[in-house]
C-alpha cells in the first residue's frame, strides 16, 4: 500500500515541460486566485487577469460566437499581444476559452475572423520590434482552426506585408466575403500622417491584391486610422474607424481617441467609396474604442473595448484592467446608426427589484441591474448612480433647454443632442464598474466605466416623477 501510494504522489501526470501555451494556462490559474473581485464585471467579457483592449476575431463558427481580445495576461497594463479567447451560444453567457496566439518573434495585434469551410481563419497583424527607424514593422499573418479552440501559425506567414507607400503603420484587418473573393480592410496613413484605410482582396487569404484607398483623412479626421470595418447596413455602406488625433470641437471628440462611421455608396466593380454623410461618433460615453462587427442571422452586432487609452484603469491594482461592452445591434435609420443591446440581454433580468412611480426613493443595486424608465422629454430628467460607501458619482441628466443627455462622471462631461424617432424610454445597464445608457432606440448611446465603493445606489434627481421598471441582472462570464 506505502508502496502504492509513493508511486502515485510521486508520479503525477508527466507536464509537459516547455509547452509555453500550458505554462500560460497554469499561470493564469493560479493567477486568478490573486485578484481582488470588487470591480469585476458580471455580464461584461473580462480578462481572466491581466489586460484587455481591441476585440478581435468575432465570428460565428461551429453552433457559437466567438470573440478574440487583445490579451497581456503577465501584468494589468499592456504588454507584448497575445490573443485571449471566449465562447458563447448567444452572445450573453460567455465561456473563458485556452489563449488562441502567443506572440513569438511577433506580437499579436488586432484582426478578424472568418470561415473558410470548415475551417478557422484568424488574420492578424503581427508587429515587430526592429533595429532600424521607425523600429517596428507591421505585416499580417494567418492562423488556422479546425475547432475553434487550438491555432496554428500558417508557416507562409506573413501574407502581406506592405502598405503601397511603404507604411509602417499597416495595422488591424478586417476581413469579408463577397462573391468569390474575400476582402480586406487595413488601417493605415498617409507619410504626412492622414489617416486613411487600404482595400485589398484575395481568392485564398494568402495572396492579396491592393485595390485602392477606401478613405483617407482629408487633414482634419486625424493622423492614424486604426481597426476599420466595412459593411452593407439596411441598403448603405458603413466605413466604421478609430481615428486617432482628432482635434476636440465643442461636444465632441473629448475622449484620448474616438470612434465613428461614414456612411456611404459602394460599388463592388469600381471599388469606390463614396461617402454621403460626413464621420459621425458611434457612442458618446467616456471608454469607448476600437470597434469590431459581425454578421449572423442577417443581424449586425458590434462590440467595443469598454476602454481607452492613456486613461486611468482604477481595477489594475486588483490585478487586471479592461473589458468589452455589451453586445449591441445595428440599424440604419435615415442617416445614422441605432445600437441597441441585443435582445438576448433580456435573459439576464432576474428579480423585478423596482416597478411603478419613481419619486425620491433610492433603488439599491448588489453590483448589477438594468433600469428602464420614462419621464416627460418636457422637463428635466435627472439620475444620480453612485458608490453607497462613496467612489465615483454619475449624474444622467436630460435638458429640454438644450435637447442634450449628458452623463457626466465625477466631473467629466459627456453630452451630444437627442432627437428621439419614437420611443422616450430610456435604458441603463450598470454592473459592477460600469454603466452603459441606451436613450430611445438606440439613436444616443453612452459608455462609461465608473468605479464605487461597495455597491450602487440609484436616486432620481428630477423634478417630476419617472415611471420605472428595475431589474436585477445575473452573471454571465465567469468571475
Ligand atoms: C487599437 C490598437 C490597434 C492595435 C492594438 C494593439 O486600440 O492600437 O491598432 O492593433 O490596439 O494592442
Known sequence: LLLFAFFSIGYPEPLKRGDPKQELEEYIENKKAEINPRYRLQYHVIPPVGWMNDPNGFSYYKGQYHLFYQFYPYDSVWGPMHWGHVTSPNLVDWTQ???????????????????????????????????????????????????GINFEKYEGNPVLTRAPNGSPDFRDPKVWKHGDYWYVVIGSKTEDERGRVLLYRSLDLISWDFLTVLGESSGTMGYMWECPDFFELNGRYVLLMSPQGLEPQGDRYKNTHQTGYIIGNFNYETFEFVPEVDFQEIDFGHDFYATQTSEHNGKRILIAWFGMWEVPHPEDVDGWAGAMTIFRELEMVGDRILMKPVEQMLTLREENVFSGTWSNEVLEFQKTGEIVFNGDLDNVIEILIEGKEGGDQVWIKWDPQTGKVSVNRSGEVRQVEWLPIDSRSWRLFIDSSSLELFCGEGEVVFSTRAYPNGDWKVTNLSPQILSVEAYKLRRSVPE
Do not use: H
Request: with cysteine; glycine share 4%; aromatic share 12%.
Open 97 to 147: 476559452q485556452p489563449t488562441a496566439l502567443l506572440p513569438e518573434e511577433e506580437m499579436c495585434f488586432s484582426g478578424s475572423a472568418v470561415v473558410d469551410e470548415d475551417t478557422m481563419v484568424l488574420i492578424y497583424t503581427g508587429r515587430l520590434i526592429i533595429n532600424v527607424e521607425p523600429f517596428y514593422n507591421e505585416t499580417q499573418y494567418l492562423a488556422f482552426s479546425d475547432d
